[in-house]
């Protein structure tokens, strides 16, 4: 953008300039001609000069006057063929005439008029090279992707906290770049798309940021917004561009943030026109998965609105993962609290645990906000340390606004606010199906003059009915308070009236908490997807049913606001000693709502949900809970840690192979049959079935083939066996570089062929070696190679170490000279020790 409004101030500058000098009539004051031969008429004229091509006239005059602006040299125009007679009437009063006669000059004119030309097609020129104009003009098919470049600040997965199974997911893609060797030993191919879907301001963008981080491959950022533009094809367009920028730069990763903007389910539209966007979901749908392969292009996308999204964009092969991306739990955000707190000076008694129990239903955006403002508000009073008091200010701001200073709030008001806030509180202490109030204040915040704060001890992801209805008895406490202590409701429970009206319907029409109208849910909605399903919306139930709904829903609030006035009636005096408290404190907490509410008892359940028709609930209670158990024998008893199955499943199928793998290694250095191990029937080491020229060697042959003593480097005198029975000898086995050992082997042969070969010390039949029997000696050194080869690690840091272990365990001893072989040879490949990642590479 620098650039291009530097070239635009220079062009402008040298037009200018070519302008200003070109022009010779600055000085001079343009009049009418009347004026002008008033003044020759005057002898006012000093000198003239007259110009025959621009029939212009130029007088210097004697003295300025007023109708000349006091000006003493004026110019103008005079029209043409009055040339002589302008010279006679100068020549006349005795003035000095000069006259130019222009016989038009080529060159000048093709400056004046070609110039201004060219610089317009230069400018043009050089707006279509900036902008890469190639196949659009101006560059508007050109993708707006930014490639994150190196030395920009890295965010890592140790900087997300919170979200671990979303962690988990984007970490082996992650690692699937870097290390594709285990999961293609597997048949495993790399997910195309992941979509991160959540509410906002859960890390989806700093989860990508993360895989930027850490991926090591390039990353390629772009906003769904940035395809759709004014003009029709430009979508399509930068959706291919982007692609083939991608495809250049194979391994890498596309992050397209706020998806759901050229993602939208296609349909008519309102209309029926043409949608740009529709083309450009088109062209994304054929680049994600079309003929044209794109290996290695990994797409991530973030969106807040997956239920918008066209169906053919979700299906296996375009977007294989789905994460979802939460509000963190009670450890999440204990751990999102201490990443934001790392780096800042924090008081002893900044509880970043309790803090994180007050802050249910927080994200992480939220969290790292509460950190940030307490920061600002310990620096805008000159404090050094971040404090617990701090913290509890940050979050109140956080959720209800700053506190407004400035409001004057009369005494009436104060004391209605009191009530008000104290009727909430009572309530919900003497329910016993709600959360424990944390804190009351009448301190106005943002649109709300007080609030009463519940703080969960801990995460839910059920409610019951009775929990839903001691909701319902702590929104309408404040409402109660008013009518009991004024006689009169106020307009403060607007908010609360609103809350418990929500929570009742959706008892009604979602939960089927409704003996009347039963377990059905009400109101489905008909929207439009391009408007994100809130238009047409319309109720799939009769006119009567909507008159049982409300009916229901009136008599549920009614119920409720009935409780809470026979709470607040029975604890009149507890009330009023609460309201005293606020007037006097503005502000209270847990420990001194405990002492003021030590005489209120928890009243029992207000209905249980006993409208089953003819269906009678089961009178045994439900078993316990191992953790219930532990706790009636006095046990500790740790929260447990589901590990999913099929973990369990792969740890005891690899603990498996390799345990038959090392038994196939420990026969085959002891020269004993391939066929004693276990698991080996039929399966060679890398799991390939036998072929004919791997089959079981037969009955009686010398195990490892004819040449097994010099292969695996076995030093002993020949001499010739007896011809009819087998003989017995320990000989030395090199099993390492360092080290052999004595092991005792058993030969048997064949008996003696009637046709021996000439000259040979050896009784039997000639045989020729085959393809087939040379593969087979070489599958004999494999057990023998592994030992050397799984001295050295084979973690992917090290691969080049094992690479080279891996090329001095490929060799073959003839003599006592060792020779390596090289890789293009037909030399074994180097097999680990079990338990150990096998090398691609082979040797």
Known sequence: MIRTLTAIAVVLLLGWSFFYFSDDTRGYKPVDTSVAMAQIKADNVKSAQIDDREQQLRLTLKSPNSDTNGSDKVITKYPSGYAVPLFDALNSKNAQVSTVVNQGNILGSLLIYVLPLLLLVGLFMMFSRMQGGARMGFGFGKSRAKQLSKDMPKTTFADVAGVDEAVEELYEIKDFLQNPGRYQALGAKIPKGVLLYGPPGTGKTLLARAVAGEAGVPFFTISGSDFVEMFVGVGASRVRDLFDQAKQNSPCIIFVDEIDAVGRQRGAGLGGGHDEREQTLNQLLVEM??????????????????????????????????????????????????????????????????????????????????????????????????????????VDRVIGGPRRKGRVISEQEKKITAYHEGGHALAAWAMPDIEPIYKVTILARGRTGGHAVAVPEEDKGLRTRSEMISQLVFAMGGRAAEELVFREPTTGAVSDIEQATKIARAMVTEFGMSSKLGAVKYGTEHGDPFLGRTIGTQPDYSHEVARDIDEEIRKLIEAAHTEAWEILTEYRDVLDTLAGELLEKETLHRPELEAIFADVEKRPRLTMFDDFGGRIPSDKPPIKTPGELAKERGEPWPPPVPEPAFKAAIARASAEAAEAERERNTNGANGAPAAQGRATAGVLHRGAPLSPTTAPRRAGAPPGGRRSSRITGIRRRRRRPSRRTGHHHRRTIRVSPTRRVRRPVTHRHRPTSPRTSRGSARAGPIRRPTADTRRLRWRSQIPVLARYACRCSTRPELRPRSENCCMRSARTRTGTAWRTRRPGSRAPTARCSPGSTPIPTPC
Request: charged share 25%.
């Open 289 to 394: 998965d079309g003929f044209d392969p794109r290996a290695g292009v990994i797409l991530i996308a973030a969106t807040n609105r997956p239920d918008i999204l066209d169906p053919a964009l979700l299906r296996p092969g375009r977007f294989d993962r789905q994460i979802p991306v939460t509000n963190p739990d009670l450890n999440g955000r204990k751990a999102i609290l201490r990443v934001h707190a790392k780096g800042k000076p924090m008081a002893p008694d900044a509880d970043l645990d309790a803090l994180a129990k007050r802050t249910v239903g927080m994200t992480g955006a939220d969290l790292a906000n509460v950190i940030n403002e307490a920061a600002l508000l310990t620096a805008r009073e000159n404090g050094t340390v971040i404090t617990g008091a701090a913290l509890e200010e940050a």
